[in-house]
Every structure is written in structure tokens, then in C-alpha cells.
Nanobody, 118 residues
Framework: QVQLVESGGGLVQTGGSLRLSCVGS????????MGWYRQAPGKQRELVAR???????NYADFVKGRFTISRDNAKNTVYLQMNSLKSEDTAVYYC????????????WGQGTQVTVSS
């Protein structure tokens, strides 16, 4: 059974930093395209960043230059380093993994809340 467990969320002031972690079990994260998504209240879930199996990252325009996605294969963990946080970054952040058995049904974590206060 595949599980993705996020951690690292919390309350931070504008301009601060947080690092989110996503630990995979039942899955080798380096063999899947992994992503971080977020969902703010009343809004749709949106892509924040992805990392390919080859380690290439790509980012949504609204986080470029502020967020960094990375992967530690030994720890089977994907990270999202978030710097220069803004109030509009407040959301629940979800880890996502491509499901090769069913591309329409990717794997999701339970989410971690990030709140940025001004």
C-alpha cells in the first residue's frame, strides 16, 4: 500500500521560511514523478512544484525563485523549501506521486497546513 506522509507545515510570519517533507512508503519516490500541490480555502488545488525521475524540477510561476523542490533518495523523501513566504502562500500543501498503474488516480498525502501571517 502506497502512503505519502507530509510534515513541516506550521505558522510563520511573512518573509519567513519553512521546509516541507514528504516521506513515501510502498513507493520508491525516485522512480515516480513527484509533486507538491496546494489548496487554499475556497480555491482549487494547484500545482506548486514537480520533480521528475531524473531530478529535474519545474515550478509554478508564483513560486519561482522562492521555493525549491528536492529529493533525498536514501531517505525516500521529497522536500519543498519555501522561502520569502507571503500571506497568499497560506494553504494546505499536498504531496503527490504519479501512479503508473492508473495515471488518472495519482497518490496523495493527507496534507500539511501552512499559514503565513502578516
Amino acid at each position: 500500500q502506497v502512503q505519502l506522509v507530509e510534515s513541516g507545515g506550521g505558522l510563520v510570519q511573512t518573509g519567513g521560511s519553512l521546509r516541507l517533507s514528504c516521506v513515501g512508503s510502498g513507493i520508491i519516490v525516485s522512480m515516480h514523478k513527484m509533486g507538491w500541490y496546494r489548496q487554499a480555502p475556497g480555491k482549487q488545488r494547484e500545482l506548486v512544484a514537480r520533480i521528475t525521475t531524473g531530478g529535474s524540477p519545474n515550478y509554478a510561476d508564483f513560486v519561482k525563485g522562492r521555493f525549491t523542490i528536492s529529493r533525498d533518495n536514501a531517505k525516500n523523501t521529497v522536500y519543498l523549501q519555501m522561502n520569502s513566504l507571503k500571506s497568499e502562500d497560506t494553504a494546505v500543501y499536498y504531496c503527490n506521486a504519479e501512479n503508473y498503474a492508473n495515471f488518472q488516480n495519482p497518490y496523495w498525502g493527507q496534507g500539511t497546513q501552512v499559514t503565513v501571517s502578516s
